[in-house]
């Protein structure tokens, strides 16, 4: 009886850890989601903010002889907030969750070869990271997602110093 008690207690205190690592994996991930939707929503209005300024040709800069739109400036805010929310995304909180799912995956392995009292009861963690592919493989949609609007973002910033010109006032 003693052996059962011990038994049902172990059980409780792994299924006690698994259930954390779920939710640790999901509190990385809902954090990740609500990082990337909210700065590059700011970052896109950076964009925005440049593209409505263009049409004020009084706010040509022009420094050391060097004349440029200040929707250039606008666009390289845009891109060190871009940066700086990169840097917090894939150095802290993706690094993290990626910790989180480890965890969960060495519980997967260690119950699938023993599973306890004859039940199969864990494989989430394992399931999901199969389905995205190789293990750190998902650091390169990361490095995509973020690369896209960094591109973009030089891309705008190039063709404003190469092809902008102000626009000519008409006389009506």
Not at 71 to 81: E, R, T
């Amino acid at each position: 009886m003693a052996n059962d008690d011990n038994s049902i207690e172990k059980t409780k205190l792994v299924l006690e850890e698994w259930k954390t690592v779920i939710e640790t994996q999901m509190h990385f991930n809902d954090m990740i989601m609500r990082l990337r939707t909210t700065g590059i929503s700011i970052v896109l209005a950076f964009f925005g903010a440049a593209s409505i300024s263009l049409q004020y040709a009084q706010l040509c800069l022009t420094i050391c002889s060097f004349s440029f739109h200040a929707a250039v400036l606008i666009i390289a805010s845009g891109l060190v907030l871009l940066i700086s929310i990169f840097v917090l995304d894939y150095g802290y909180y993706y690094k993290m969750l990626l910790g989180a799912v480890e965890r969960g995956c060495q519980i997967d392995k260690a119950f699938k070869e023993k599973p306890l009292d004859g039940i199969d009861l864990f494989g989430m963690s394992t399931e999901i990271r199969k389905a995205v592919g190789k293990p750190h493989r998902s650091k390169y949609y990361v490095w995509a997602f973020y690369g896209l609007v960094l591109t973009f973002g030089i891309v705008f910033i190039i063709g404003i110093l190469f092809g902008y010109h102000p626009p000519t006032k008409t006389t009506g």
